[in-house]
Nanobody, 123 residues
Framework: QVQLVESGGGLVQAGGSLRLSCAAS????????MGWFRQAPGKQRELVAV???????NYADSAKGRFTISRDNAKNTLYLQMNSLKPEDTAVYYC?????????????????WGQGTQVTVSS
């Protein structure tokens, strides 16, 4: 089993920045990809960005140019740097892990999920 714990959410004004972190434990060595997903009220959960252990990435169009996913394999920790935040970025952000670029279009869903962290962007 793999446990994922997110941190770094909070309230920020539009145009501001936040950095999310996700620490993996357990059988973290078996993880091939880790990623960030989000779910806004009344909407389906959606991919934000995912990264493989080799550094391949996939970003949602809404995240390109504003968000950066990074990963410290030695620490089994995933990050999401979010800049130029907009009110529409408000959501619960989930860390997930699984097969290669899991959760991307055409790829399997991720197997492991964190509990989520709230990000609220005020206008």
């Amino acid at each position: 089993q793999v446990q994922l714990v997110e941190s770094g959410g909070g309230l920020v004004q539009a145009g501001g920045s936040l950095r999310l972190s996700c620490a993996a434990s357990g059988r973290a060595g078996s993880i091939y990809s880790m990623g960030w997903f989000r779910q806004a009220p009344g909407k389906q959960r959606e991919l934000v960005a995912v990264m493989s252990s080799a550094g391949s990435t996939n970003y949602a169009d809404s995240a390109k140019g504003r968000f950066t996913i990074s990963r410290d394999n030695a620490k089994n920790t995933l990050y999401l740097q979010m800049n130029s935040l907009k009110p529409e970025d408000t959501a619960v952000y989930y860390c997930a892990a699984g097969a290669f670029l899991c959760g991307s279009p055409g790829r399997p869903q991720c197997n492991y999920w964190g509990q989520g962290t709230q990000v609220t962007v005020s206008s």
